[in-house]
């Protein structure tokens, strides 16, 4: 069982975000699952360019850490979103990342991955930014089993409540667990890219052709 953390704050070691995430990992490691931090704030991660490329072909046309970072996504069993909060929204190092998984959006790529988040702020606004992720989760597939949102700075009951989401992030991956109205969202998503993907059958052939292998058309 692998569990990969994406943690989007700039400011490294001094992170609380980062503190708070490797806090949900330890708990993952001690239920035995293996655990990977990945820095978006270290790497190499360009714009998207709105080619649509990766609906033509699997790799994306931009040569850089992006396409690592989306490979280990598609790889893990879990994966937690860290970011602070800035302007009511994930940091920029995170937007980026996230508009680089178009095709992880039109293909439900995730599907069958559970996912979490880990937000901080100085004054607020991380339950719009929770709520953004666990939309995020279901565009991409995959179930939202719970995020942490913390006001700075760091309290014991925070670091706590982080180990408990790593525990629950592993027992719905050991258990399989469906979340039923997660389900239904993710359901009526498929219901309306099978449309998209019929009319851009022509111009989208490698989603189009992911689409069938799935035997979702």
Same mark, same amino acid.
């Given at each position: ?6 943690? &989007?704050?700039? +400011?490294?070691?001094e992170?609380q975000?980062? #503190?708070?995430? @490797?806090?949900l990992?330890?708990?993952? +490691?001690m239920? &035995?699952?293996?655990? =990977?931090?990945?820095d978006l *704030? %270290?790497l190499?991660v360009?714009f998207c360019?709105? *080619? =649509?490329? *990766?609906? %033509?072909k699997? /790799?994306c046309v931009?040569?850089d850490d992006?396409?690592?970072?989306m490979?280990k996504?598609?790889?893990? /069993? ?8 800035y302007?009511? $929204?994930?940091t920029?190092q ?5 508009d ?6 039109h *293909? ?9 988040? #880990?937000?901080t ?6 339950? =719009? ?25 760091l309290?014991e @009951? ?5 180990? /408990?989401l &790593?525990a629950?992030l592993?027992?719905?991956? %050991?258990?399989k667990? =469906?979340?039923i /109205?997660? $389900?239904?969202?993710? @359901? $009526? ?14 111009? !989208?052939?490698y989603?189009?052709?992911? !689409?069938?292998?799935? &035997? !979702?058309?």
């Amino acid at each position: 069982m692998k569990i990969v953390a994406i943690g &989007g704050s700039p +400011r490294g070691k001094e992170s609380q975000t980062n #503190v708070l995430a @490797e806090r949900l990992l330890a708990a993952a +490691r001690m239920k &035995g699952a293996s655990t =990977e931090s990945v820095d978006l *704030c %270290q790497l190499q991660v360009g714009f998207c360019r709105a *080619c =649509e490329i *990766c609906h %033509q072909k699997p /790799d994306c046309v931009l040569n850089d850490d992006g396409n690592r970072v989306m490979a280990k996504l598609l790889d893990a /069993d879990g994966i937690v979103l860290a970011s602070p909060v800035y302007l009511n $929204q994930v940091t920029a190092q995170m937007k980026t990342l996230l508009d680089r998984t178009s095709h992880f959006i039109h *293909c439900l790529r995730l599907q069958g991955k559970y996912m979490a988040a #880990v937000t901080t702020s100085g004054g607020g606004g991380g339950g =719009e930014v929770q709520t953004y992720l666990k939309s995020y989760a279901h565009m991409v597939g995959a179930q939202f089993v719970g995020g942490v949102d913390v006001k700075a700075p760091l309290k014991e @009951e925070d670091l706590s409540a982080a180990a /408990d989401l &790593g525990a629950a992030l592993i027992a719905a991956i %050991q258990d399989k667990t =469906e979340y039923i /109205d997660q $389900q239904d969202a993710i @359901e $009526q998503r498929k219901k309306y890219f099978a449309l998209i993907m019929a009319f851009r059958k022509d111009h !989208w052939p490698y989603a189009h052709q992911y !689409w069938q292998n799935k &035997g !979702w058309l």
